[in-house]
């Protein structure tokens, strides 16, 4: 968890300058813009059900998670 927090602060950091450079009024349009576009989308089912990324096998009906992947092969982990 130590990482994650580490990154989110870096992350958070490293983004900060154009919403300082645009300040609180010309962050409101790209803002108001980037919401509406991904309320459209979200409504037109362009975003997975599932945000974990688990896929549902129509041969199997099994899901799985990118995670339980083994590595470079694709193949389920056993």
Known sequence: MAMR???ERE????????????GPDGVAR???LA???ARTA??????PADPLGRRWSRVTGL??????????TGMPRR
Do not use: K, N
Not at 13 to 22: F, I, Q, T
Not at 63 to 72: F, M
């Open 5 to 7: 927090d580490g990154i």
């Open 11 to 22: 992350t958070d950091r490293l983004d900060a300058a154009p919403y300082a450079h645009l």
């Open 30 to 32: 790209p803002t108001e």
């Open 35 to 37: 919401t509406a576009f």
């Open 42 to 47: 979200l409504g037109a089912g362009a975003f």
């Open 63 to 72: 899901t799985s998670c990118v995670a339980d992947l083994g590595p470079r």
